[in-house]
Every structure is written in C-alpha cells, then in structure tokens.
C-alpha cells in the first residue's frame, strides 16, 4: 500500500494517523489461534471483530495490528463469526487474560452492555471500533461520520436522477447502530427532492446474499424503479447481479458504501453509480494509535466530536467520507494507492 497523499486529507477532520505499516515481533499461537507477541512488556490489545464476512474488516486488521506493533503493542485477535454469544464469552476471555486496553467491532451496539461493565470494573478501557456500542459508556468512539455517508448516497442518485422516480433501500441490520446513522442521513437528504423510496429492506447479519431476494420481492412490485441505495458495496454486488438479470444494469443507479475493488471496477464499468469511500487503513491506525496511548495512560489528542450512545456523550474520532464516481475515481482511488489501475479497469480497455 503506498503511503496516503495529499488527497486523503479530505478523508479526515482533525484525526490523522502518524504511523505506517511494518513488521512485527515474533508471533505465537494462543489457545484461541488468534496471534500474540511474546514481549512480556508490551502493551497488550484486545481486538475483537464481529466477522471477516465483509472484506473491509480483513483490511481493517492488517492495517491495526502492525502498527499497533510498531508502537510497542501486541494484540490479541478474536473473531465472533456473527454470533453475539460468541463475542461475549471472547471479550470474557480477553478481561480474565488482562488486556490493557478493548478495541470492539460489535455484532449488535445494543447487546454487549454488560460485558463493557465487566470490562470498566476490570479497570480496562474500551474503545468502540467504526460501531458504537450502545447504552455501555465506552472510552472512545472511533468511525467516520456516518450520517455523512447516507447524505453522499442521497446527493448522488438526487443527481444521477434529475427527472425523481422510485427508489429501493436495502440495508444492512438493525443491530448495527451505523445503519440507522446511514439511514437518517440518507432520508434527510432526499427531502426536497423528487425522489420516493417505496421499498425498504434489511440484510440480517449483513448477508448480502439476501439482497437478491429482496429486490426480486421489490421488482415484482416496483418493476419502474430508478434507484437503489444498498448498505454497503457487498449488498450492491447482488444487487447488481440481479439488475444484470433483469438487464437493467446501468439503467438503474445503485449506490454503496466501502470502496470495495469490486464497487469501483463496477463504477467505471457503468454498473454502479458511486461508493461513499472511507479509508479503512486510516481509521484502523487512528484507532491502534489511540488504543496504545490508552493503554499507557496518555491524553487522546485530535478527538473532534462526541456522540450520545444512549445513556451518555462519548469521545469521537469522526473522520470523513468521499463520494467516488467514475469522475474522480484515479484521483482518489488510484493515485490514494488505494487499489491499483489495472485492477480498477481490469474490465474496461483504457485508450
């Protein structure tokens, strides 16, 4: 990955990462088969994701754990595969090993009060990772503003569709707080325009497979519809390929979310209208700085927000998105380092 030029700054408000990647210390196996170092000083992370269902968290990793090393840190990952039970016992789990500080990407925001208490009452600080964790006081909430990324989809089929028309929402799930912030942004920035959303759906556990039974659903009903906001880049993929069926590809607007590489070959492809892009490798080394200096007692600088999580304000790290269309796709994706020429237009022979 090549470092990030002066077009990232526009990613960011004020949180800017100071480290790269690197190599590490020597690794070893823990009884889970997640990774440790075997530095006895270290300070010692626990990371704990919902999945590696979605690609953007496998990206998400590989940019925390190295430099969470470069900064004298090990982190112990743990993985939950969905299940919310599972995430719970293994944030148990990191309480009883003595982990200096919690990073968490949560299965369900409204599930995992208790365990965070556990945590406080263990005296370990935790850190709500890209989901806030609801009604569980956590230390920091570090993400990008999500309500930004539903006003960028709004703004870019208002745009794409001059004429209004109907449109779809296919969504991730409810559990997942940043979908409701989505949401609410998304709606506010349709009014005044000419555009209905007569559809909306949910993909539970965001299993984007789902998104082709609901748009089939929606078509039988909707057959005129002129756009399709999709949750994120994953759920556009089958949305995608049900519109390609239906051989209305390119006819239909579709918007996501991640800068998956597989959204931005579709973008210039003619498929898909935009991504609301978030530099995932940003906002993991943010987090694996803040973790660090955490875990050692130092003052979090470049914290810019704060969010209610239901019961009170939490420290935010709010970073920012960017539409990415085909107009601007070499100059934020390409030449950000992002994903390489060759494989955005793989598909699309350049003159």
């Given at each position: 990955m090549k470092k990030c030029s002066g077009i990232l700054a526009v990613l960011i408000v004020i949180c800017v990462l100071f480290c790269g990647c690197g190599g590490g210390q020597e690794e070893t196996e823990n009884k889970s088969g997640s990774t440790e170092s075997e530095n006895a000083d270290a300070v010692?992370?626990?990371?704990?994701?919902?999945?590696?269902?979605?690609?953007?968290?496998?990206?998400?990793?590989?940019?925390?754990?190295?430099?969470?090393?470069?900064?004298?840190?090990?982190?112990?990952v743990q993985n939950a595969n969905g299940s919310v039970k599972e995430q719970i016992s293994q944030i148990e789990y990191l309480i009883e090993k003595d982990v200096d500080v919690l990073v968490v990407v949560a299965v369900d925001c409204n599930a995992l009060t208790?365990?965070?208490?556990?945590?406080?009452?263990?005296?370990?600080?935790?850190?709500?990772?890209?989901?806030?964790?609801?009604?569980?006081?956590?230390?920091?909430?570090?993400?990008?503003?999500?309500?930004?990324?539903?006003?960028?989809?709004?703004e870019n089929l208002k745009a794409a569709i001059p004429s209004g028309g109907e449109i779809f929402m296919i969504q991730g799930p409810e559990e997942d707080n940043n979908v409701r912030l989505v949401r609410e942004g998304f709606e506010e920035g349709l009014k005044g325009g000419n555009l209905e959303a007569v559809y909306k759906a949910n993909c539970e556990g965001w299993l984007a497979e789902q998104a082709a039974e609901y748009l089939d659903e929606a078509l039988e009903e909707y057959p005129d519809v002129k756009g399709i906001m999709c949750g994120n880049d994953d759920i556009a993929s089958q949305v995608v390929r049900v519109l390609s069926e239906n051989r209305m590809a390119g006819k239909?607007?579709?918007?996501?979310?991640?800068?998956?590489?597989?959204?931005?070959?579709?973008?210039?492809?003619?498929?898909?209208?935009?991504?609301?892009?978030?530099?995932?490798?940003?906002l993991a080394k943010a987090a694996a700085e803040y973790a660090v200096k955490m875990a050692k007692g130092e003052e979090l600088d470049r914290?810019?927000?704060?969010?209610?999580?239901?019961?009170?304000?939490?420290?935010?790290?709010?970073?920012?998105?960017?539409?990415?269309?085909?107009?601007?796709?070499?100059?934020?994706?390409?030449?950000?380092?992002?994903h390489s020429e060759e494989d955005v237009y793989l598909n699309v022979p350049r003159n």
């Open positions: 010692k992370i626990g990371l704990s994701f919902d999945s590696f269902v979605i690609e953007r968290w496998l990206r998400d990793r590989d940019a925390f754990v190295p430099t969470a090393r470069e900064l004298g840190a090990e982190v112990n208790e365990v965070v208490a556990k945590a406080h009452k263990a005296g370990i600080p935790v850190i709500s990772y890209d989901r806030l964790i609801r009604d569980a006081g956590t230390d920091l909430y570090v993400s990008f503003d999500n309500r930004a990324v539903g006003s960028l989809m709004a239909v607007q579709v918007v996501g979310q991640d800068g998956d590489l597989a959204a931005c070959q579709r973008i210039v492809e003619g498929t898909q209208t935009m991504t609301a892009f978030k530099s995932v490798e940003i914290v810019n927000s704060s969010i209610s999580d239901g019961s009170k304000e939490i420290p935010f790290c709010m970073l920012q998105p960017i539409a990415v269309t085909k107009k601007n796709m070499d100059e934020i994706i390409i030449e950000g380092g992002f």
